[in-house]
């Protein structure tokens, strides 16, 4: 158990919809990842926040946003969703956003 | 084009036999880390190596930091089929603000 949570584990929705998927990190880690990873791809990093403040972007649509609230947990809202947005999204957590970071186990997006 | 290149892509080997995976840049690295994923899990921490020419070994796997840190390897010893998944590199380079992941080697272990 890496002491990162992700909810929920799974989740089908039909094409135009929203969905917000939710990542509660390692206590003590300020820094939060989000990751997208399409069947049998690597990592796409999409988007990286320290204490609230946003601190990188990756290749995120503009479809998709996120945040950081203060109590350090973090939401990935994804909109007008399509087939293609089908995936896994990982969260992970770091003490700093410059150390190793700790994943949760994912939440399966399923587009339909 | 990925600041970490990982090499082989795909392996797949016969329980017994041993492999290395390498991880390299262009770019220095304060450390880097080794992830292993199973299949619709997500990435497990191996280990973190931090200081040039480290060397660190967790039973049958061996991970060495290059003396420039910019390249990593792993080494399995004796792979068995319990080995088999993604294995990715990751790290923070010196003048980034990002913490990447190489492109991952798929390893296939069979029995």
């Known amino acids: 158990d890496s002491g990162v949570t992700q909810t929920p584990k799974h989740l089908i929705t039909a094409t135009g919809q929203r969905v917000t998927l939710r990542c509660s990190p390692r206590?003590?880690?300020?820094?939060v990842y989000w990751y997208q990873q399409s069947l049998d791809q690597g990592l796409q990093f999409l988007i990286q926040y320290y204490n609230g403040e946003e601190r990188a972007k990756g290749n995120i649509l503009e479809r998709f946003s996120a945040q950081q609230f203060p109590d350090l947990h973090s939401e990935l809202n994804l909109s007008s969703l399509e087939l293609g947005d089908s995936a896994l999204y990982f969260c992970?957590?770091?003490?700093?956003?410059?150390?190793?970071?700790?994943f949760g186990q994912g939440t399966r997006l399923t587009v339909v | 084009t990925q600041l970490l290149e990982q090499s082989p892509q795909f392996l797949s080997i016969q329980e017994g036999e041993n492999l290395t995976v390498y991880c390299n840049s262009s770019?220095?690295?304060?450390?880097l880390q080794w992830y292993r994923q199973e299949p619709g899990e997500g990435p497990v921490l191996l280990v973190t190596v931090v200081t040039g020419g480290e060397v660190k070994k967790l039973k049958r796997l061996t991970f060495q930091f290059g003396d420039a840190r910019k390249d990593s390897s792993l080494h399995i010893t004796a792979a068995q089929p319990g080995d088999t998944g993604l294995y990715l590199c990751a790290g923070t380079a010196y003048n980034f603000n990002k913490f990447y992941f190489g492109s991952g080697t798929k390893l296939n272990v069979k029995p």
């Open positions: 206590s003590g880690d300020l820094s």
């Open positions: 770019s220095v690295f304060s450390s």
């Open positions: 992970a957590s770091s003490t700093t956003g410059e150390t190793e970071a700790f």
